[in-house]
């Protein structure tokens, strides 16, 4: 069974860019999350959607962060426009039930 | 404000030494309980969980982990360690909602190196 994927592993870009993170769960689990560690900090939560439909975003730092999930299977992240304190690495994981697994991750840099 | 605190930044340790590494959390209901390990170059791995029953749970690689309610904690140990256990530890709690929100609340993990 494939797990948790994350494209691109790695993204540079300019500050006032825009990026989009894609995040493809694991096959049947209707939960996926959205995590993002900055650096030296804890991994913070960002949101959660349970299908197609955002359960809870009330980690989403501000507006210029877009959560989709179309047709409750894959989900994109965009940053829009990225700032420098955006850098970090944004996790996804997806859920059955209790247990989230997680993907490898991508880590974005703002420069 | 509730949270996860985990006390250790950077643990070193030498091959075969015992390990504990503690992890304190704020919230008053019930919760589900992880640790996560993530190894150099590779994604967030489960090691272990507690939902209910037995407090000592037992998880991978020989790692186990026990729950004192009364102490708000849920320390990860193992008896003695490999230098293949060098990674970053990290402790997650998910309070329980009503309404079935299922975010983790991490703490601010723990670095384990071992020397062989």
């Known amino acids: 069974e494939a797990g948790v994927t994350q494209f691109p592993s790695h993204s540079v870009i300019e500050k006032g860019q825009t990026v989009t993170l894609r995040c493809d769960p694991i096959?049947?689990?209707?939960?996926l999350y959205w995590y993002r560690r900055v650096m030296g900090k804890e991994i913070k939560f960002l949101l959660h959607f349970v299908k197609e439909s955002k359960q809870d975003e009330s980690g989403m730092p501000n507006n210029r962060f877009l959560a989709e999930r179309t047709g409750g299977t894959y989900s994109t992240l965009k940053v829009q426009p990225a700032e420098l304190e955006d850098s970090g690495v944004y996790f996804c994981?997806?859920?059955?039930?209790?247990?989230?697994?997680f993907g490898p991750g991508t880590r974005l840099t703002v420069l | 404000a509730q949270s996860v605190s985990q006390h250790n930044h950077h643990v070193i340790l030498s091959e075969a030494a015992s390990l504990e590494l503690g992890c304190n959390y704020s919230?008053?209901?019930?919760?589900?309980l992880f640790w996560y390990v993530q190894y150099p170059g590779q994604h967030l791995q489960l090691l272990l969980k507690?939902?209910?029953?037995?407090?000592l749970v037992k998880g991978i690689k020989g790692f186990e982990a026990e729950f004192i309610k009364s102490k708000f904690s849920f320390n990860l140990r193992k008896p003695s360690v490999q230098w293949s256990d060098t990674a970053e530890y990290f402790c997650?709690?998910?309070?329980?909602?009503?309404?079935?929100?299922?975010?983790?609340?991490f703490g601010q993990g723990t670095r384990l190196t071992i020397n062989p």
């Open positions: 997650a709690v998910n309070p329980e909602f009503v309404g079935g929100a299922q975010k983790l609340v």
């Open positions: 096959s049947g689990h209707d939960n």
């Open positions: 919230y008053g209901g019930t919760v589900n």
């Open positions: 994981a997806s859920s059955q039930r209790d247990t989230q697994y």
């Open positions: 507690y939902f209910s029953g037995d407090p």
